[in-house]
C-alpha cells in the first residue's frame, strides 16, 4: 500500500485526483478531435511550399490534414525527384556509350527505360512513406507541412542510391 502512494503521488500532480487527470486529458484530445481539420481549411495546390516550421496563418494554408493528400504529395515529391536522378543516370549512360557504334542504336530507349523504372520505384517508395506518414499525423490529430512530403521525398532517394552500392565487409 504505501508503494502505491507514492507511485500515485510521482505520477500525478497531488490536487489533481487520477480520475481528474483522465477527464481533463480525454476532454483536450477531444476538443482537439473536433477542431481537426479546421472549418475554413482548404488542401493546398501542389507544391505549395512553405518553409516556416508552423503554419500560422488562419486558413492553414500551408498544412496536409488528410492522408489523401499527404500521401499525394509524398508520391509525387518522390516521383519528381526520382525521376532527375535517373535521367542523371540515362544522361550519364549515353555519354559514356556515345563513341561506341553498336549502342547508338538503342541508346535513345535509355532515357525511356530508366523512366519507367523510376516511376515504379517512387510509385511503391512514395505510397509506403506517404501512408505512414499520413497514419501517423492522424493519429495525433497533427497537420503537416507542404514540405515534409519533399524531405521525404530527398530521403526516399537517398535510400535508392545508399541500396545500390554493395557493401563488402561482414554484413
Known amino acids: 500500500l ?16 487520477p480520475a481528474d487527470y483522465t ?13 481537426y481539420p479546421p472549418d475554413n481549411y482548404n488542401t493546398p495546390s501542389f507544391p505549395s511550399i512553405n518553409w516556416q516550421l508552423r503554419d500560422l496563418t ?19 515529391w518522390t516521383t519528381i525527384i526520382y525521376a532527375v536522378v535517373h535521367l542523371g543516370a540515362a544522361a550519364i549512360t ?20 530508366y523512366l519507367i523504372v ?7 517508395a512514395g505510397s509506403v512513406v506517404g ?24 530521403i526516399n532517394v537517398l535510400v535508392l542510391i545508399i541500396a545500390s552500392f554493395t557493401i563488402q565487409g561482414g554484413l
Do not use: E
Open 58 to 76: 488562419d486558413d492553414h494554408r500551408w498544412s496536409l490534414f488528410h492522408i489523401s493528400d499527404i500521401w499525394r504529395f509524398t508520391v509525387l
Open 2 to 17: 504505501p508503494s502505491c502512494q507514492t507511485r500515485v503521488s510521482t505520477t500525478f500532480r497531488a490536487d489533481v485526483s
Open 94 to 113: 549515353i555519354a559514356m556509350h556515345t563513341n561506341k557504334r553498336g549502342s547508338l542504336t538503342y541508346i535513345w530507349a535509355v532515357p525511356l527505360l
Open 131 to 154: 501512408l505512414i506518414l499520413g497514419a501517423v499525423y492522424n493519429a495525433g490529430f497533427f497537420s503537416m507541412s507542404t514540405w515534409i512530403p519533399l524531405l521525404w521525398g530527398v
Open 23 to 35: 477527464h481533463r486529458r480525454t476532454t483536450a484530445m477531444s476538443q482537439r478531435a473536433r477542431n
Open 118 to 124: 523510376s516511376g515504379v520505384q517512387a510509385l511503391v
